[in-house]
């Protein structure tokens, strides 16, 4: 089973269909999503209760296996207990980019780092979109051709890349750039809804983030009408601090 196919959308997400055809003119592809949306799930998996998968088919033809758990559950389930030589897994498309310091909570990115976790080659791609028109066909001649290109030569062990559109028609985009993460902050308050007696309800989200635009990095690249391809690694230990902290004493602590 070369190619697997998931997102954090669930199992009608309006990119799931288009993207599993222009794959499947590679190789064989699996349809394996959460059954309902999973947006800023992260890297979270089910552990405390039952994994519940059923197979389902959409538009009468094409099997899905429908989890009930997250999209880094979807990963772990298909290359440890559904199928066996994975060549490839595909998360995405999201409708939205996954950019900086949202990876951290992208159920998107989550799952490609999953895919990457389990010795698999595996790519997270977003399209920049909100509301208006969207250009779902560049994404997906963007997804074809990484996969097509990753399938015939994989990428390091434990290594992924992120990758983000612009929603633009191919003609007009400005090119492609591998980039470095950037900064995306959330600078607004949480905003409290209301309060009743010992009860506070708060809503996280909605506020439009503030992008540091330094050059390589993939919040720049995107305003500048370029694809963003930003390769990422586990190994998330600072090897700078490490070497000062490395210097200090220590020992004084537990002594």
Same mark, same amino acid.
């Given at each position: ?82 199928? /066996?030589? @994975?060549?490839?897994?595909?998360? #995405?498309?999201?409708?939205? =980019?996954?950019?900086?310091?949202? +990876? $951290?909570?992208? &159920? ?65 985009? /400005?090119? @492609?750039?591998?980039?470095?993460? #950037?900064?995306?902050?959330? =600078?607004?308050?949480?905003?409290? +809804? $209301?309060?009743? &007696? ?58």
């Amino acid at each position: 089973m070369p190619i697997i196919l998931t997102n954090d959308d669930g199992l009608y997400s309006p990119t799931l269909l288009p993207l599993f055809e222009a794959l499947s003119c590679l190789e064989e592809v699996a349809i394996v999503v959460p059954h309902q949306e999973r947006s800023a799930s992260s890297h979270s998996v089910t552990l405390h209760q039952p994994l519940v998968v059923r197979e389902k088919t959409l538009s009468g033809k094409v099997k899905v296996f429908a989890v009930e758990g997250t999209p880094a559950d979807c990963v772990m389930l298909s290359a440890r207990a559904l199928f /066996k030589d @994975i060549k490839l897994v595909v998360s #995405g498309i999201n409708m939205g =980019p996954n950019l900086g310091w949202d +990876i $951290f909570y992208s &159920g998107t990115v989550g799952a490609a780092r999953e895919g990457a976790m389990q010795g698999l080659t595996a790519f997270s791609i977003s399209l920049n979109c909100d509301g208006g028109e969207k250009h779902l066909e560049t994404a997906i001649l963007v997804a074809k051709r990484a996969a097509d290109l990753l399938l015939r030569n994989p990428l390091p062990p434990h290594i992924f890349l992120n990758i983000n559109v612009p929603n633009l028609p191919k003609e007009k985009l /400005k090119g @492609i750039e591998v980039t470095r993460l #950037g900064k995306r902050i959330y =600078p607004s308050p949480i905003q409290e +809804i $209301f309060t009743e &007696g010992e009860k506070r309800v708060y809503w996280i989200g909605g506020e439009t983030p503030i992008d540091e635009m330094e050059e390589g990095t993939d919040t720049c690249a995107l305003s500048q009408g370029k694809i963003s391809i930003t390769p990422l690694g586990l190994d998330l230990t600072d090897s700078k601090t490490l070497n000062i902290l490395r210097r200090e004493q220590w020992e004084e602590i537990i002594l």
